[in-house]
């Protein structure tokens, strides 16, 4: 197992910034894909940013894009994902996820499911 823990989730107001972090254990994290996930009250969960095993694709959600990045620092065995120009629409519970198999992030981004996920992390932002 490679238990993910993700942290940084908070209240922030529109218009802040919240950086997630998602630490991984084991010595193969540097080979697995990763992503964030989210769900918010009433939603299905939906997919927010990956990030490729190199570090040097990622992929994003509409919804994120020019607002969130993703980056991973496999020397430290986390990941990030550094969010601003929040939205109350951001609201929601931030799961990070990650494959066994290493790939780029639209592979990760393809998959219906992921091998390892993390806790999550409450996220809100008020208006």
């Known amino acids: 197992q490679v238990p993910l823990v993700e942290s940084g989730g908070g209240l922030v107001q529109a218009g802040g910034s919240l950086r997630l972090s998602c630490a991984a254990s084991?010595?193969?994290?540097?080979?697995?894909?990763m992503g964030w996930y989210r769900q918010g009250p009433g939603k299905e969960r939906e997919f927010v940013a990956a990030?490729?095993?190199?570090?040097?694709?990622?992929s994003f959600a509409d919804s994120a894009k020019g607002r969130f990045a993703i980056s991973r620092d496999n020397a430290k065995n986390t990941m990030y994902l550094q969010m601003n120009s929040l939205k109350p629409e951001d609201t929601a519970v931030y799961y990070c996820?990650?494959?066994?198999?290493?790939?780029?992030?639209?592979?990760?981004?393809?998959?219906?499911?992921?091998?390892?996920w993390g806790q999550g992390t409450q996220v809100t932002v008020s208006s």
């Open positions: 996820a990650a494959d066994r198999v290493s790939s780029g992030a639209i592979s990760f981004r393809s998959r219906d499911n992921h091998d390892y």
């Open positions: 084991g010595r193969t994290f540097s080979t697995y894909p």
């Open positions: 990030i490729g095993w190199r570090g040097v694709s990622t």
